[in-house]
């Protein structure tokens, strides 16, 4: 720096430079790293102590509350209810959206308004919406009823409270939330895929089917990997809408990994524990978005992109 | 393949005149399509109408005829309350912590991404991709994970129990989404246009301010209205930080306030309703912005 500003002409215009790239990154740098990189290392080094998060740091254990997280059934349960809500989410929620986003890709009346009503969830908060539903799927409440209403009275559940049912029920509302969501994205990709493209296909003599499986999935690629990306992030970290209606239970039946990383840190003071848990989705997002990023990367070399096939 | 898709374009798909889709003969297809689309839009809706005509019933009529679907009669004491009487005031200061929450948030995220955008789009640095990288890693990991290591930062620094101590880690977040969003935004915006302010005498930072923040207006709102969803909507950071029912936010005051009321359901529906009045309120006003914003950032591989 001083050596630089020692010359002068160019040398002055580059230390220009330098400041104001300084004070320009300077602060979102700043923020960005104190709030959200930071406490990511952090989260690694509490991880190997056994901390109630007051007292000095210093009880170093290792390796022992990772030990202790994969040994501890409720937090299995944890890992295998994520994993369950991302198989679900690419199985039904995606391939839903993308149902209706190819419904929506062509003008008719009414178009903009049902576009309208299905993005309304997004801008609910999960909270809100969870608590909305509780009073849906209390007993003899709206839902129940319905059923009842319409002779389908043998289909009426515990919702929320059978634990072989309740993960089914925190599905669909989160489908019921976010469907939306990824039909905007995927709508907005296949706008963008000439349709000439298409009808040069059936002139040809391709069915709809194949016209829509060889030359519009594939060229929605890109918005679809989006779209499946995000959806995985989000049931990694799953946990407003089921604290809200279930706090993970019953018995465990619904709980989350950021379920249990909260009780533990929080409401357990085990900090050192929560911070494990914390790293463990971490690895889940990294390891999943490596491993997603081979499969696509093999995928796009081949020339197609199918989520559903697989 | 050029010519013949260009054909195929003037041929067959060139868009319907204004109307004429109107007097086209409705196939069975669209009648396929109507049905489908209209179920759909049945089960978004029913649940946010049950809430709103749910918050005019009894909890009598809510318990005893779950499915009729008009309250008779009709009972306005519940909203009225939550909006001027028995619990105006824990609605009214929620909704104010919520609004200066969101308020301090955006406002940081917006500002700050936007001079980092700058700074990415239009000067050329050694490591200015690898810094670029590190903003988009904030993309790929949930930030729960950063939460249970925030709370004892905040407590350290004695934000706790303070809205600031929220605001500040909810524009960190934000920060990498609208970075991703606002750069290919500057990039577009024409080198002239910069030399000419510059031999006119404008400052790096009066280029900034005068002439590409307001040519990039569009793509601001777009990024605002991102972020004030996001802050709005935030449930777990809120949860962690804030240690008093004075400072609850709306979405963690109608979690307690359906554990306080759980007998009076009806109560329970009209404060929800009530509380999402403004986040639908605003989805109205700003759809095309939060539509245009999400295609912007799907565009991005």
Redesign the interface.
Known sequence: MSAISARSGVDARSRA??R??T???L???V??L???????V??AH?SVFKWN?LEPLDNFVGLKNYETAFNSDAFKTAVSNNLLIIVLSLAIQIPFSLS?AL??NR????RAA????????Y??????T???????LQP???V???LQ?AGLGGLVQHWLADTGIVMITMFVIIT?KYF??HM??LL??LQGI????E??AL?DGAGRWQAFRYITLPLLG??L???VFLSM??S??L??MV??MTGGGPLNASNTM?IS??KA??KNQQ?GY??AL??I??LF??VL?LAYQRFVLRRDVEGALTVFNG | MTTITSTKTSAISRPPLPGAANRRRVRPFDLVRYVILLIVAGVILIPIGYAILGGFKSNNQLVGDPVSVFPSPWILSNYTDVVLGANALVFWREAANSLIIATVAVTLTVGLASLAAFVFARIVFPGREAIYTLFTLGLLFPSAVAILPLYILIRQVGLDGNLLGVALPQAAFGLPLTIIILRPFFKSIPVELEDAAKIDGCSTFGFFWRILLPLARPALATVSVLAIVGTWNAFLLPLILLNGADQWTLPLGVMNFATEHVSDQARILAFTVISIMPAIAFYVIAEKQIVGGLTAGSVKG
């Open positions: 430079k330098l104001t790239v004070l320009f990154l602060p979102a740098l923020l960005y104190l709030f959200v990189l930071f406490p990511v952090q989260a509490y998060g209706l419904l929506l003008r008719f009346p009414g049902f576009r309208l009503i299905f993005f309304v969830p801008v609910l908060s999960e909270a809100i969870g608590v909305v539903f509780t009073l849906l003899h409440a709206l129940d009823g319905s209403a019921w939306g969501f905007i994205l907005a990709g000439p349709r000439e493209l009808e040069a002139i890109p918005t990997r989006v779209s992030i989000g990694l970290q946990f407003d604290w809200v950021a990383m909260f840190g929080i900090m929560g911070s914390a790293v989705i971490f997002a990294l978005a």
